[in-house]
């Protein structure tokens, strides 16, 4: 098939017909699939469903430590679970604090902290005239939700197939104490898939922030979460590299087991340095006299060591790897030759990033809705929901079954023909004259 | 026996020989008891030890609604865990969000999100120049250390039989529009374990506060925490009083299942009006995706209603019981005639509140902690720590054993005869010419 950009308008008018009339018929076959959310599905919950049975009326509930798991205390989380989550973090579990279910809510709770009574004896946030943050883009839109809550300013930082625009960082954040942090997803990144170069952990580790409370908000979501046996990325350990290069301090790591074990009822964790995680509980012991001990001791009895999570996560990418791969055999069959968005082919995480042409977005995403699959909406990746280029699209094809994904990847590059077609269409309406839509590329 | 203050200096320095004669064999047994904190006993544990039971790896894990409790979503709480625990409050499913694992934490957060957000559109606190809680004394040092962390001034407000001196509430929150709530413990009060009457109640759905953002902190940590069948404290429902007066947004009433099922493995939960909760779920859906659904799943399954609940209350009860009746009995036994302390006779929660004579209750605790029994340090139940008369002692008979607390008990009574023998000698000091002790009595 011809590009797009190559066709005459004649030839744009017959596509676009042809595929007015597809859609059509996917309207009448009124889908409802859901595209839109980074959510495990049955199969991958039932993988860890052996948790209810690892405990009983009869166990003992007795830590290593000798604490009674069901009663009150063990503020930072129980012994063997922070050696398990210690070897997830890949940090020392002297290093670890164990937090309730969500580390969402962990990071939530951060910036919060930072906010009233500020970072490490600095003046708290909310006492100063402006704070802001650099959010690498497209990202994770909870994260930019939570600066956008506590009025945080946010800063673009393109993300690049190493990972954030490095030299804009480093410029940014020496030259501006406004600057408290930046948010990060390292590894398998949210949306795009792709992780950090060495360089680039290098360069943060080596950050020389002109805030003293500045931090990197390192969310290691996708830490063991890869697609393949043999292709895996694998990072430099950050808090490591940055007591390497004498910024112990620089960073927060987060991640939890929300998709190793279950969504909602997993184990979230930090692991950071200990002057850091002195500032943390001091807070930590007026908010709660503890989490949640019996969840992390039935974690440590169902997975029992790292090993036992790298073989669990195995099952995961088996169910897992199938999905992505229809996604992008999907999008390679029909966008492949049209020049009319490029894509992400991700190792491991839980999205595919498409970037349509400027200006299609939001568009492509609403044709969608209205035959009935939801994606996550376009420009929901950006702070304030704002994608300046409208171009980019999260793909998230863990939940729904594998023909259900069939069903939205062909409805869903149908719709990116559809807007593609009419922007080019367009264009002729501003330059009648020309033969070709390449002549006068369209402006987003 | 003579009370003390009708001994003349001979007496009191025969009695002081023979006390400090005990204390010594005390000091030689070398006891090492836990009388400090409102910790359930392994033997209550154990009543709960079903819940480990009521899920298996075959059980379907859909909630009522159609929802997976495995994955993410449902911010508010799943519909049958709010039924349940609806019941517990006492109001309707539609008035209540389940949270955490910690009531604690949902107060923390519920402060910390007035601080940097205000509430309901009112001026968050941080940009305030001076912010206000009233503080029921003797109360839950708990609640006081959150007021310290946020620097709010907390101004004491005496706990009277009848509940908090209504007198000076009213008149304080109706002066001073800095004022932003009260902490309550309504029902078996910690530490004094006397409830709100009516007219108390009543008078705080009535309140007519200067601020527009005060809120009361009613914190129904004892609500079905009975000791006896027979003889219960039963309180007016706040949510509905407020609404008949006509102040349906004045009050947030928080309550959790740690002394229900598991210390930091059970529910927590707020009931407040529609106004309030869309104040908080604003908050709650940037912080968190959702809450531990499988825990509140697994506290229907082994609860079921609220019938379930007040039977398993009852064998609480049972275990409860005899504990604070050898600590009421050892103190009449002890005390009863010196004329030198009075204490509480709840009839539920997990406290017994005692006074001692003024300017005695921090070297008592010191007394007893030299001979191995820890007691809740004096003055823990004052915000700031401090007790201005330095009397209040809290004992927390729930942990220990029944012949262990006969040990703390003798001891603690001991310590307590000691230390008012020593204040009434030192009053001999001071006045060398009196007869018996009672002619000057010393000054705290």
Chains 1, 2 share one sequence.
């Not at 308008?9 to 859609?23: A, D, P, T």
């Not at 909310?126 to 939700?145: A, E, N, S, T």
């Not at 492949?336 to 995480?349: A, D, I, M, Q, R």
Request: charged residues 25%; contains cysteine; aromatic residues 10%.
């Amino acid at each position: 098939m011809k590009a797009y950009s190559e066709m005459t308008k004649q030839e744009l008018l017959e596509e676009h017909r042809q595929l007015e009339e597809q859609y059509k018929k996917y309207r009448y076959a009124a889908l409802s699939l859901d595209m839109s959310r980074g959510k495990p599905s049955p199969a991958q919950l039932d993988l860890s469903m052996g948790m209810m049975d690892v405990m009983n009326s009869q166990m003992d509930m007795t830590c290593e430590d000798g604490a009674d798991c069901r009663n009150y205390g063990v503020l930072g989380g129980i012994t063997e679970a922070k050696e398990l989550l210690a070897d997830i973090l890949e940090v020392n579990p002297d290093n670890v604090i164990i937090f309730g279910n969500s580390s969402l809510n962990v990071m939530f709770d951060f910036i919060s902290r930072s906010y009233s009574k500020g970072v490490m004896g600095f003046t708290p946030w909310c006492k100063l005239p402006k704070v802001k943050f650099l959010c690498v883009v497209p990202g994770y839109d909870r994260h930019f939700k939570i600066c956008e809550y506590f009025g945080i300013e946010m800063i673009n930082v393109p993300m690049l197939p190493t990972g954030p625009d490095m030299d804009m960082v480093e410029k940014l954040v020496s030259e501006d104490d406004a600057i408290k942090g930046i948010w990060c997803v390292p590894k398998y990144s949210n949306p795009t898939g792709n992780s950090y170069s060495d360089e680039t952990v290098r360069r943060f580790a080596r950050l020389e922030p002109a805030a003293p409370d500045f931090r990197i908000y390192w969310d290691n979501a996708y830490t063991v979460h890869h697609l393949y046996d043999h292709h895996q990325d694998h990072l430099i350990e950050i808090l490591a590299e940055c007591k390497r290069a004498g910024n112990p301090d620089l960073v927060y790591k987060f991640a939890s087991t929300s998709k190793i074990s279950f969504p909602g009822s997993g184990i979230a964790m930090c692991a950071a340095s200990l002057n850091n995680l002195q500032d943390i509980k001091a807070c930590l012991q007026v908010q709660t006299i503890g989490h949640d001990k019996v969840n992390q001791l039935r974690h440590v009895r169902f997975f029992k060591d790292i090993h036992g999570v790298v073989e669990h996560m195995r099952k995961h990418a088996d169910i897992m790897r199938p999905k992505f791969e229809i996604v992008e055999d999907i999008l390679e069959k029909e966008l492949g030759e049209l020049n009319v968005g490029t894509w992400t082919k991700p190792c491991g995480g839980y999205f595919i990033s498409f970037d349509s042409l400027p200006g299609c977005a939001k568009q492509i995403v609403a044709y969608a809705k209205k035959a009935g699959v939801k994606m996550t909406p376009a420009g929901a990746s950006f702070p304030y929901g704002i994608d300046p280029e409208d171009k980019n699209i999260r793909i998230a094809p863990s939940f729904p079954g594998e023909d259900e994904i069939r069903s939205a990847m062909n409805l869903f590059t149908l719709c990116v023909k559809l807007v593609s077609v009419e922007k080019f269409l367009n264009s002729f309406e501003e330059d009648g004259d020309k033969e070709t839509a390449a002549e006068a590329p369209a402006e987003g």
